[in-house]
Structure formats: structure tokens, C-alpha cells
């Protein structure tokens, strides 16, 4: 699988951002796909992962501002952030692995093995 970001960029406090992923390679399989954050000096983590069952998971206290979702047809992953906040500015990636049949994505990093370039968001105040 192959994973590619776009969509990063400035935005004010309390705006919106897009970030989009294209997914390639996964198309009939199981897998799981999902966005990280890596703010400065901290480690990598999670926002929200999604799966080939649509089934999705969130990171501690994201849920409700951000949500991930996907286009299968078009191998197309989607992070729609509102009502975003000073410490939302982070670079955040794509990533992506196997999923094995019977189990559920996990939201640690460290399961992912396919993981795109990153892209940069930037909140002002």
C-alpha cells in the first residue's frame, strides 16, 4: 500500500481544514487506514483510524470536532477538523496496514507500517 497526504495549511483559531490521503493498493483487502498528529516535541498520536468495514475510532477527546471518513470507490481517506484550536497545530500523517480478518484497528502508531510524508497544520489565534 502506498499513502499520500494533502491538504495542510494556516488557518485561524475556531476555523476548518480538510486534510485528504489518497490510499492506494488496498482495494479488496482488509485494512486499516488513519491519521496521526506529531506535535512539536512530543511523540506521534492518534487522531482517527477507519477500516475496510467503515468501522472508525478516535483519539481521546477528538471525537466531535474531528472526523475521518472515505471514499472506497476512489481510495480516498478524508480528516474533516472544526473548530480548530492552537494545540491542533501539529504535522499530521497518513498511515496504513493489514488488517487481519476477525480484528479490529488499533490506534497505536506503531501498528502502522505505510505511512505518508505528512502535512502540515497551522493554527493561528
Known amino acids: 500500500a502506498q499513502v499520500v497526504e494533502s491538504g495542510g495549511g494556516s488557518v485561524q483559531a475556531g476555523g476548518s481544514l480538510r486534510l485528504s490521503c489518497a490510499v492506494s493498493?488496498?482495494?479488496?483487502?482488509?485494512?486499516?487506514a488513519g491519521w496521526f498528529r506529531q506535535p512539536p516535541g512530543k511523540e506521534r498520536e492518534p487522531v482517527a483510524t477507519?477500516?475496510?468495514?467503515?468501522?472508525?475510532a478516535y483519539g481521546d477527546s477528538l471525537r466531535g470536532r474531528f472526523t475521518i471518513s472515505q471514499e472506497y470507490a476512489k481510495n480516498n481517506m478524508y480528516l474533516q477538523m472544526n473548530d480548530l484550536q492552537f494545540e491542533d497545530t501539529s504535522v499530521y500523517y497518513c498511515a496504513a496496514h493489514w488488517r487481519e480478518n476477525g480484528r479490529e484497528c488499533s490506534i497505536d502508531p506503531l501498528s502502522y507500517n505505510f505511512w505518508g510524508q505528512g502535512t502540515q497544520v497551522t493554527i493561528s489565534s
Open positions: 477507519i477500516d475496510d468495514l467503515d468501522r472508525t
Open positions: 493498493g488496498v482495494k479488496y483487502k482488509k485494512y486499516c
